[in-house]
């Protein structure tokens, strides 16, 4: 059987290179013992955090290891089975190695339904990237309606989901995103009440302040850096800062510089809390409950790149960082 795979050949410096990947493609004894399952991938989840991976540093997750295959969020079939929880034919979706083919145990994956949502969407807005949008602002940002909401990244997956979670519960919703083209989307598509466009923005601070007459209650961050920066000078009182990316950092080769965020916090009893989507494991079926539920009442909509090939897997990975995606970046094999 022929399999497909992609590893890890060196650790990226700076921004990840096409020859930081290697391709193996070989013909395999994939024999399904007790217990096992076959499984076609037919999805791939490229994500940000994934950069974080390549490098050889401690964090919440182990690190790739060179020579071994990188895994994401996967959607797959059951191609054969002798594990008494999946049957052939089943779909799941659930952190795999980025192969064509592979053996699993099962272990960590969960069976979806194709005929609820597209496959895809378990990758996205009734996966992961759902699950981070509404724990991280629910847990953590706590909101209260008629408080407004400020969200960065707020074109990728997860912010546009953000944004659309904070208008159900009656925010002001602002999105920062780095076109003309993603603000519009983010008013037009996701129902966002204003949006900024930080390339064609010349003070953030003075723009943040605008969009948000009365202040920043609750900030979602997905970028870190500057943009964050100036979030700090319109916060409120008691405020609450969601720490969840730092794209515009990733691939810093240095420490990067930054302001003290200790004075802000000091005076206005903030709250600045980092998280990963796990810490809220126990929470996830409630997640895919809510979420399953405003998808079918038509309160949330979502937006996919998708990428065809499996050869491309890198490429959109590394697109991520120069925004080429609108919403969630997935990989169709």
Not at 12 to 27: N, R, T, V
Not at 110 to 124: E, T, V
Not at 151 to 157: D, K, Q, R, T
Not at 177 to 185: L, V
Request: charged share 20%; net charge neutral.
């Amino acid at each position: 059987m022929i399999t497909e795979t992609i590893l890890l050949k060196q650790r990226p410096i700076g921004k990840p290179k096409l020859s930081d990947f290697e391709f193996l493609k070989e013909d395999t004894d994939l024999a399904v013992k007790n217990g096992d399952i076959l499984l076609d991938t037919i999805y791939i989840s490229v994500d940000p955090y994934l950069r974080g991976r390549m490098n050889d540093a401690k964090s919440y997750i182990p690190p790739f290891e060179v020579g071994k295959p990188i895994s994401s969020g996967l959607v797959a079939k059951v191609m054969a089975s002798k594990n008494d929880h999946f049957n052939e034919g089943d779909y799941v979706s659930g952190m795999l190695e980025w192969k064509t083919k592979q053996i699993s145990t099962g272990e960590g994956l969960i069976k979806i339904d194709k005929n609820s949502a597209p496959l895809s969407a378990y990758l996205g807005i009734l996966g992961m990237t759902g699950f981070t949008a509404y724990l991280g602002l629910t847990e953590i940002g706590k909101p209260k309606a008629g408080e407004t909401l400020v969200v960065s990244g707020a074109a990728g997956a997860v912010g546009t989901v953000v944004g659309q979670i904070g208008k159900i519960l009656g925010l002001h919703v602002v999105g920062i995103a780095g076109t003309d083209e993603k603000t519009e989307m983010l008013i037009s598509e996701f129902g966002f009440d204003h949006a900024i466009n930080y390339n064609t923005t010349a003070n953030m601070k003075d723009a943040i302040k605008k969009a948000c007459p009365n202040g920043v209650d609750i900030y979602f961050d997905n970028v870190g850096g500057p943009i964050s920066d100036a979030i700090l000078f319109n916060i409120n009182k008691f405020a609450r800062m969601i720490i969840c990316g730092a794209i515009s950092v990733y691939n810093n080769t240095e420490i990067p510089q930054s302001m003290s965020v200790q004075p802000f916090l000091i005076k206005n009893s903030a709250l600045m809390q980092g998280f990963i989507i796990f810490n809220y494991a126990d929470k996830f079926p409630d997640a895919i409950k809510q979420l399953s539920t405003w998808l079918g009442e038509g309160k949330l909509t979502y937006k996919e790149t998708i990428v065809e090939g499996f050869e491309n897997t890198p490429q959109a990975f590394m697109d991520l960082f120069n925004g080429k995606n609108k919403g969630k970046m997935i990989v169709k094999v």
